[in-house]
């Protein structure tokens, strides 16, 4: 039957007679289910998200307007292939189909006082680049300037970890048994901001060409990270390459003209107006400047110059759209390899596996070539010596005996196209775990810790050098598992004192100068702040401080103390209490927030398995974590199960709002429904 019928967790199950058709349906089912978090992700594509929310979402729009989103989604759906765009189209319409529908049950359109407006052409692949413009490595960059600039090129070192919006990702697979006829399994998790609406749907998509289940983008057409279509399957992790490149620029005017220093000279640079509208506040006035490099993100407040950013899907007017429905029709890994080389960004790390147990790892997307600086900091504009090369790097794609394991770390097929990568523990740990036979529901729940330099820390202080209540706690803390386990009291002293000992860090001499005036835009402010660089990377600047004159030993002493002197820690799920990321525009949904909060203790940590993230020295509460986890079985896929933080439904008072929460904080999934005895019609998801 077409249509739209939902399984018993509301996931809806899409039937059509051609992709048109279904990828109509897919949208409609987007507007009706996710209305306000697909509408918010086109204004904010648009750079009007202060129109409608006031005065703090100006960053936003005044780097939006900058960066040249939207121009930049509508150059790429102009140099679309035409069933592409057709099907883009398709989904568009059924969009604006469901919107006013979607956002009658949606109460933030009713808190703010808007109606929900029109999708264009173009918006599915502006809110794609939303999704990942951040997603990349150009913010750790002004980072490290303001490192060298502050501390020394030499403290840059300390903080040369995993992005912390990029990584904690996790994917493996597990071969097949010609013996048995046992396929393969892929399973994973991907890990990103913990945002409410979920990032990720659940959905199934069927047509006479294809069946798929997997994991859609509200806003997007079709599967493009984790999909499972019966013959093949296929999941990502990020590939942590470096595909985005900063340049400082010198800009001049000329009466009405605004030029820019190149190689040659001074030449003009594209420059223009545009007005933000602002809710509840004055109109703001951005310009926008597009240099040969790139349009203009960011002005350095130290040195003057204008910061620009270049991106592959800026310079080739493609954001990899051509690879959606040629993956939807994959039969075979050699089918999902070939689809993805047009893929763009972000690039990916990517494994697939059919049921003729074929296995294959493959690097996907573009990453330019050019001088290593450029992967560092930003490079003056003007030297042609930082200037990319006519062709991208080579990728790997190569099929895989054994199990295979990719977690963001520094493997082979991806050392050499990037810089920061996640520490190697997470896929050690992964790969020992499934060497053992262990289940993958139980590999993603894995919350031990590794032994690292923090850890360390402790067996180098000297019991003797410490008062009682300090020393009991040291022991307790060596003769600690480990395991970030939610109702274990020493997690959470352990979660205590490092927290006090990166708060003092942030006084240490080697490490106050960082806090000195930040010269950079509010927006990058997750990606720049001090305390926060501090917390992410505390395992390495703990490992490096020392080697820079700075002694670590009589600061951990201290927070020891500290801690010792509060009284009982309490229990870890106490400490590391969910905090999902949501505009709080409705008071009923920040009502539903703090219900969640306290329905749920959270296990693990950033650097486990199940890297649920807190920033140690500002909080413990954990805002990123997995957004999705599944067991693709290529056997049967009936066996395949799967789980998102929240709900199928991103409407409060719909009773799949957040009904997988409870599962999800547990560790438990849910399974994928193909049984269609088992899906139901409901009411308004008739097919248009």
């Known amino acids: 039957m077409n249509g739209v019928r939902r399984d018993p967790w509301g996931i809806p199950h899409l039937r059509a007679d051609t992709v048109d058709d279904l990828a109509r349906l897919q949208g409609r089912v987007a507007a009706t289910d996710r209305a306000w978090q697909i509408e918010t992700e086109r204004w904010r594509s648009e750079g009007r998200l202060a129109e409608h929310l006031g005065p703090g979402a100006v960053a936003w729009d005044r780097f939006a307007r900058r960066a040249r989103l939207d121009d930049t989604a509508r150059r790429c759906h102009d140099r679309l292939d035409a069933p592409t765009r057709r099907w883009v189209a398709a989904y568009v319409d059924g969009v604006n189909d469901g919107l006013t529908d979607g956002a009658a049950g949606a109460p933030e359109f009713a808190a703010i006082d808007r109606a929900p407006g029109r999708w264009r052409p173009w918006s599915p692949l502006g809110v794609f680049l939303v999704q990942h413009i951040l997603f990349g490595t150009f913010p750790s960059k002004l980072w490290r300037a303001h490192v060298a600039a502050t501390s020394g090129p030499e403290a840059v070192g300390l903080f040369a970890a995993e992005d912390p919006g990029g990584s904690g990702s996790n994917a493996w697979a597990v071969p097949g048994d010609p013996a048995t006829g046992r396929a393969p399994v892929i399973a994973g998790d991907p890990h990103r901001m913990l945002e409410l609406p979920g990032v990720y749907q659940q959905v199934r998509l069927a047509c006479p060409e294809f069946d798929v289940v997997g994991l859609a983008f509200p806003g997007v057409p079709g599967l493009p990270h984790f999909g499972h279509a019966g013959e093949v399957a296929w999941a990502i992790t990020n590939a942590m390459a470096d595909y985005q490149d900063l340049y400082r620029e010198e800009l001049r005017r000329d009466g009405e003209r605004l030029l820019v220093r190149d190689a040659d000279g001074w030449v003009p640079a594209l420059r223009h107006v545009e007005r933000i509208d602002v809710r509840g506040g004055e109109p703001e006035s951005v310009e926008v400047v597009e240099t040969p490099r790139g349009p203009v993100v960011d002005h350095d407040r130290r040195t003057g110059e204008a910061i620009s950013l270049r991106t592959p899907s800026r310079v080739e007017g493609n954001l990899g759209f051509g690879a959606l429905l040629p993956l939807l029709r994959a039969r075979t890994t050699d089918d999902v390899a070939a689809a993805l080389r047009v893929w763009v960004e972000p690039v990916n790390s990517v494994l697939t596996a059919d049921r003729r147990g074929q296995v294959r790892r493959l690097v996907a997307g573009l990453v330019p070539v050019r001088d290593d600086r450029c992967r560092r900091e930003p490079v003056p504009g003007w030297d042609p010596r930082y200037r990319w090369r006519d062709d991208y790097a080579p990728l790997a794609d190569a099929p895989v005996e054994g199990p295979t394991v990719c977690a963001n770390d520094r493997r082979p097929d991806v050392a050499d196209l990037g810089t920061d990568f996640a520490p190697p523990h997470r896929a050690r740990r992964i790969a020992g775990l499934v060497a053992e036979g262990v289940e993958p529901d139980v590999v993603h729940m894995d919350s031990r810790l590794p032994a690292t330099a923090l850890r360390g820390l402790l067996d180098r202080l000297r019991p003797d050098g410490l008062g009682g209540p300090a020393r009991a706690l040291r022991d307790r803390l060596v003769a600690w598992d480990g395991r970030m386990r939610a109702d274990d009291a020493d997690a959470g002293a352990y979660a205590a004192w490092r927290g006090a000992l990166a708060r003092r860090l942030h006084e240490h001499p080697r490490l106050r100068p960082l806090f000195d005036a930040r010269p950079y835009d509010e927006l990058f402010a997750p990606w720049t702040d001090p305390a926060a660089r501090i917390g992410y990377a505390l395992d390495r600047v703990v490992a490096g401080l020392d080697r820079l004159d700075g002694d670590v030993a009589p600061v951990a002493a201290a927070a020891l103390e500290e801690v010792a002197a509060g009284g009982p820690s309490p229990v870890w799920g106490r400490r590391h209490l969910l905090r999902p990321v949501h505009l709080g525009v409705a008071p009923e949904v920040d009502a539903a927030v703090e219900a969640m909060r306290a329905q749920v203790d959270l296990s693990g940590d ?44 991103g409407r409060l008072g719909d009773p799949h709002f957040d009904d997988q929460l409870p599962r999800w904080a547990d560790g438990r999934l849910i399974p994928v429904v193909t049984d269609a005895r088992q899906l139901t019609p409901t009411t308004g998801d008739e097919a248009p």
């Open 606 to 649: 950033t650097d486990c398995v199940l890297a649920t993230s807190s920033i140690p020295g500002v909080s413990d509460e954990c805002w990123r974590g997995p957004v999705a986890r599944y067991v693709w079985d290529l056997t049967d896929r009936a066996a395949s199960r799967w789980i998102v933080p929240f709900g199928a439904s």
